[in-house]
């Protein structure tokens, strides 16, 4: 590293995602409290994006301290293969209460590990079956995190290139991605289904999709129409149906679920990021009963062998179990988080920098005119005038998003998106 790429980096971390010498050196960070993070140096930023999607109510939200603090005292961890836990054994009874069909939890550590699961199960159910349906199909710019499985059904490029020999065969499927105005969708979505419906002629073990929203790989929202549609020609073709919520799930999208908003009942989903309120890693993939008894019975082949050493750990269990108590209990103020949005996002759009804005939830987003692409260096900019003004965002490339976490007050948004007004305005239109 160079003397100047080196200032602010510190010498034994190694940051995700990160490139010393293309944008800031990460911050010191002393504290969270609500939307705010407080830097060491005694700045308060307003966290835009929820630190990474995770930060469900708060940041140091006091009721789930207090269960993690009260668990740590009891149990603080236990091998999960020949013990079980009542924190454990009520979040499933909780979490499987709110997916009709969905009776079984399989935990792991992070949203990837709940994607490589629910992977898994599919496949080795279908190996169980004679292994005739081996095809995987997932949906182009799809994420689904950073592990050898999810990287091969995530889109391939710049993150995967040095990995793509390694990578499993998957068929992809357009995402016919939408926004305000777009008048192009429902051609979009036609040519989306008639692809899948030629992919499906293939035996198919899984379809994976993230509903709703495709995070990473661009705030790309598609209408529920096309996820009915979607699950329609799955059903037929006799595949799985897995659902990716480790995003959209916990209230994130104006629905506790974004399968339940868009009105799809999936045959496994994955969970993770708000799960535990985003205070530890932990994910957990769901499953029919009926899955479950193909993974039961003397043959051995049959395990399922995957876990984790920290699976279902008891203080992961309780965070989400406080966690699920809030949002149950603050639903419909976090649902309102939409409408305020639409109000600010209306007038931003109005700006000539801001270009195919569009809403779910808590997330609005909108491209900068003229810039496509992750490495797009205006996304740096924009955050840098941002950080300048007391707000984080993380453009992705050229599009522009937030994702506050669900505390937020009116002023607090009303803050961001004057910031964001303000620096969007300075700078220059491209066509
Ligand atoms: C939809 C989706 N799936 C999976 C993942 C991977 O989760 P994790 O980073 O916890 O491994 C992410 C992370 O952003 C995601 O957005």
Known sequence: MTEASNRGWHQHLWHPFTQPGRGPAPLP???????????????????????????????????????????????????FANFRHQPAAELSERVCALWPGLERMFFSDNGSTAVEVALKMALQHSWRLGGQRRQVIAFEGAYHGDT??????????????????????????PWPATWWGDEACEQKESTALVQLEQLLETPTAAVILEPLLQGAGGMAMVRPEFLIAVQQRVRQAGAL????????GFGRCGELFASLRAGIRPDLVALSKGLTGGFLPMGVTLASEELYQQFVGPEPERTFFHGHSFTANPLGCAAALASLELLQARLKHYQSIEAKHQTHLERLASLPQVKRPRLLGSIAAFELAGAS?????????????????????????????????????????ERCYSVLSRVLERLPVQS
């Open 29 to 79: 960070v002393k504290g969270g409290q609500g939307v705010w993070l407080e830097l060491e140096d005694g700045r308060r930023l307003i966290d835009g994006i929820s630190s990474w999607w995770v930060t469900l109510h708060g940041h140091s939200e006091p009721s789930i301290a207090a269960a993690i603090a009260r668990q740590a005292e009891t149990l603080e961890q236990v091998i």
């Open 373 to 413: 692409g992750y490495l797009e260096p205006i996304g740096l900019e924009v955050q840098r005038h941002c950080l300048a003004e007391g707000l984080f965002v993380r453009p992705l490339g050229s599009v522009v998003y937030l994702m506050p976490p669900l505390c937020i007050n009116d002023q607090e948004l």
């Open 241 to 248: 149906l897995i659902a990716d919520e480790v995003l959209t």
């Open 148 to 173: 050898f499985g999810a990287m091969a059904v995530g889109a391939r490029g710049l993150f995967s290139a040095p990995f793509e020999p390694l990578l499993f065969d998957v068929a992809r499927a």
